[in-house]
């Protein structure tokens, strides 16, 4: 358990793994599995702010304090904070 290093890693198109994981990789990742998906629903489409938005709001649920959800989601005035929640 005392290994450090990226959850999430790069593949390329020939398999081999990079050394860290593009964020900016995660809407295109969601908008290819939602369009594989073809859904009869009206639902709007996940992004990663979907992700990050939900995530704060389970982390409110489960009785997190606030500073301490500001920190994880690296927000510095709590007016950011509180437009996710």
């Not at 390329?12 to 900016?24: E, V």
């Not at 992004?47 to 489960?62: I, N, P, Q």
């Amino acid at each position: 358990m005392g290994s450090k290093g990226c959850i999430l890693k790069s593949i390329n198109k020939h398999g081999y793994a990079g050394n860290k994981f593009n964020p900016a990789s995660i809407n295109k990742i969601l908008k290819t599995l939602q369009e594989g998906l073809k859904s009869e629903t009206n639902e709007p489409p996940l992004s990663d702010h979907s992700l990050r938005a939900g995530a704060t709001l389970d982390k409110l649920e489960e009785g997190e304090p606030l500073e301490r959800i500001m920190l994880r989601g690296g927000w510095q005035p709590d007016s950011t904070a509180m437009n996710y929640l």
